[in-house]
């Protein structure tokens, strides 16, 4: 795990189809139709290198959405080969990248850190462990979950809220969206970079593009 390699694949040239989400890098491909999709799933499957990896192939009608890896600290220099040849693949084949389209949600419940308990969210979803402050789901079909440490000032004991990993092109007009909708923001200071929304209720989801390389004011090394 390196975030030195993680900067390395946002650095490098050739990767404009990839956004580097919470995940990891991903992509989605549009193709005509559900076979054409299954067709470069089968085609992105026998490249070599993937038996032990960690990717994840995900077909929805004419989309077929491809992530590297599930977790951004495990990219590694190897992926920047993939990523450069999994859209030839595909323009191959016939299919269209989509950067707007890629995205990914996460839950992060947050609790003072004596009454942290992943363990229990594991084992209710069913899901495996990700590293030491995660959950991820076994079968790719459902939101990650994440363990947040609440500040020791704070008063409150236990909060969650949602996460939209989106692209650093992507996530000021998400943010629009959901303001016109009738959200509000109740921290922009962090942007570019994130942006945290409340619903009319006060429920809030946080508009992420710092895994894609969008920077704030402030440094975010």
């Known amino acids: 795990m390196s975030e030195a390699h993680w900067k ?5 040239d050739g990767l404009e189809d ?8 991903s992509a989605v491909f549009v193709t005509s139709s559900l076979a054409d999709a299954a067709e470069l799933a089968r085609a992105v499957a026998q490249l070599p290198g993937l038996e032990d990896s960690h990717i994840q192939l995900s077909i929805v009608s004419k989309r077929l959405t491809v992530r590297l890896t599930r977790e951004i600290w ?3 220099p190897d992926h920047i080969t993939l990523a450069r040849e999994i859209p030839e693949l595909a323009k191959s084949l016939g299919a269209v990248s989509d950067p707007k ?5 996460q ?11 992943l363990g229990f969210w594991r084992a209710v979803l069913g899901y495996d462990p990700m590293l030491e402050d995660n959950a991820i789901d076994p079968l790719g079909v459902s939101s990650t979950v994440w363990m947040q440490d609440i500040e020791e000032g704070k ?5 969650m809220h949602i996460d939209v990993s989106l ?10 969206s959901a303001v016109k909708a009738g959200g509000v923001v109740v921290d922009g200071s962090h942007a570019p970079s994130w942006w945290i929304l409340a619903d009319r209720s006060g429920n809030k989801v946080c ?4 895994p894609d390389g969008a920077k704030a004011d402030k440094s975010e090394d």
């Open 8 to 12: 390395e694949f946002l650095q490098a």
């Open 18 to 25: 990839w956004v580097v989400l919470h995940g990891g890098p």
């Open 74 to 76: 495990k990219i590694e």
């Open 101 to 105: 389209q890629v995205q990914e949600v």
């Open 107 to 117: 839950f992060a419940i947050a609790a003072k850190a004596d009454a942290i308990d």
């Open 155 to 159: 008063a409150l004991r236990h909060a």
């Open 167 to 176: 692209s650093k092109e992507s996530a000021q007009a998400r943010v629009d």
């Open 207 to 210: 508009v992420v593009a710092w």
